[in-house]
């Protein structure tokens, strides 16, 4: 009896805060982290959004704090 050796592993790639690229809660870090971009770039944008927006970053970035889970402490 063959068998197909070849195993399709899905690895789903969860968006959580990280710990050790953190300023405040860790959001940016972990939303850089997920998309594979520098956080920086992430802060300026959240930035840019916070100003032009009329605070709309800034309530994101609230909501995410709050609804996004915090990486685990063996993931940094």
């Known amino acids: 009896m063959a ?3 070849y195993t399709e592993e899905t690895s789903t790639k969860q968006l959580r805060r990280s710990r050790s690229d953190r ?6 870090g972990g939303i850089a982290k ?19 927006g009329i605070g709309t970053g800034a309530v994101l970035y ?4 709050l609804i996004v889970p915090e990486e ?5």
Do not use: K, P
């Open 3 to 5: 068998y197909d050796t």
């Open 72 to 76: 685990d402490r063996a993931s940094y």
């Open 34 to 52: 997920h998309f594979g971009v520098d956080a920086a770039l992430v802060r300026i944008l959240l930035v840019a959004a916070t100003i032009l």
């Open 23 to 28: 300023m405040v809660a860790g959001v940016c």
């Open 62 to 65: 609230l909501a995410c704090w």
